[in-house]
């Protein structure tokens, strides 16, 4: 069964202040199927957020629909992780607390919510931080707070929105694999929004390129390259060629609609 | 820095003071009465509280009770301000068809003076406690409302976002991410509330009660007891400086988590 289903999906935001709608989405049909991890490409600007936000149920589409595990979305819940750009952890929890808050609105006890949050802890690499807040950890440190989070409510659907964009190199790099390790054990479905034709290509199983404004399905790329995967391989670069092509194409089409 | 030299910083600007005015009242450039030495009035003061050379006259020995039924009303008065302004604003800032029906009339009650609610404090409530309580309760419920409103419409709605993410009811939102979001802004009216309660309590004594700090303030006056009236008013400031005190003791133990991202840690 397809884990997330995106049937025609258009989302169109009226702008009451100048008078004006905003084509976002066009039209976009797209399948998940389970234990897939789809990287979705595209320009600034071009909805991939809009999208994410649609499967996560903050916005609602303005024709078509979203189902995730063939339920309809019709809001936010616990059935879906999300790890947002800014990790968004409560600033007056510590970090176990962050991660063990959906288990706080369950109503668990304290003993049981600090048990049940030192795998996750452990998992991400933080253990010795369970106690600080999250103005004491670095950009990373919080990133993983959020993913861990997210993974503690064992979610079927993971959401993430360029979760690695304020992140350096190196950083990013240790993420990523982590993130491969968790996904790879975990077994669930993620799709990771991401501006970087690289990111996209180490992490996923498919990547999906969107068209710049309105969004639309550009392509659909299944990703059959090896893990972990070798960034100077020639199938890699075959694959990042492609993408960059298509990429290229789009941003000369958007001049030329301007320019006419 | 050591202990003792900071307190010392502390203690140099008031020492100055008292020194200066005890100068001053010694001197005889006003008459003794008008301008009581600070040794005077700490004479009078003591007296006030312990009752040892009946210096305060009738008041001698009575300050416990005069400051503890000014406290009394300024706990009761506080404390429904406090428990209705946080509401209130929680509910104010979180929906908004409770702003549109409640928000015009707070606006215009907001800037009419607490004190001039005094006639008509006396009139529904007599002579007592009850219109003192409902002064302070006034002074200290604008400002505690008007900063939860900031706090709660001011909250991260991205955290928001994240909780509901995690499955959060409505209630459950505004129970563990909007009300503690919005607790640094409570706090802020929670301060400015006290020093209005207080303000208002002594004006409340001085006009509709027969009891407390700022009646035996006022009632000195009358008897030209300055020494008295000073020993009130250095009263008052102590009281307020103490509850303002143990507000700030709970703010800090509260919004701990802050202290490691505001200006408030370089003091360490
Ligand atoms: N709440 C909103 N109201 C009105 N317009 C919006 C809203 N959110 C997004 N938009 C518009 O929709 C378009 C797509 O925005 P979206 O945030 O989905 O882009 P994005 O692909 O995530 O870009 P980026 O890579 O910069 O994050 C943009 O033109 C944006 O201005
Ligand atoms: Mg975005």
Known sequence: MASIELQNITKIYSDAKRKRDLLAIDDVSLTVERNEFLCMLGSSGCGKSTLLNMIAGFEKPTKGTVTVGGKPVDGPGADRGMVFQQANLMPWLPVWEN????LRLKGWRKADRRAAAQEFIDLVGLKGFENHYPAELSGGMSQRVGIARALLMNPQVILMDEPFAALDAQTKMDMQEELVAIWQKQRCTIVFVTHS??????LGTQVAVLTSRPGRLRERIELDLPRPRDITSP??????????????????QQRQVAAA | MTALSKSWERAVVPVLILA???IVSRSGLLPAALLPAPSVVLHSWADWVFGFDETAQANSGRWLADALSSAVRVAAGYGI?????VLLGIAIGWWSWVERAIEPTIQMLRPVPPVSWIPVAIIWFGIANKPAIFLVFLGAFFPILMNTIHGVKTADRNLIRAASMMGATEQQLLRHVVFPAALPSIFAGLRI???????????AEMVAVKSGLGYVLWDSYYFLRYDLVLAAMASIGLLGYVTDALIKLLMSAALHWQHASTLQSREG
Do not use: P, Q
């Open chain 1, 99 to 102: 991660i063990a808050f959906h």
């Open chain 2, 193 to 203: 509330g006290i020093g209005a309660a207080w303000m208002l309590t002594v004006t």
């Open chain 2, 81 to 85: 301000a406090v428990a209705t302004g």
């Open chain 2, 20 to 22: 200066a005015w005890e």
């Open chain 1, 197 to 202: 034709v690289d990111e996209a290509l180490v």
């Open chain 1, 235 to 252: 199938r890699f670069n075959d694959h990042k060629r492609h993408i960059l092509n298509l990429i290229r194409e789009e941003g000369l």
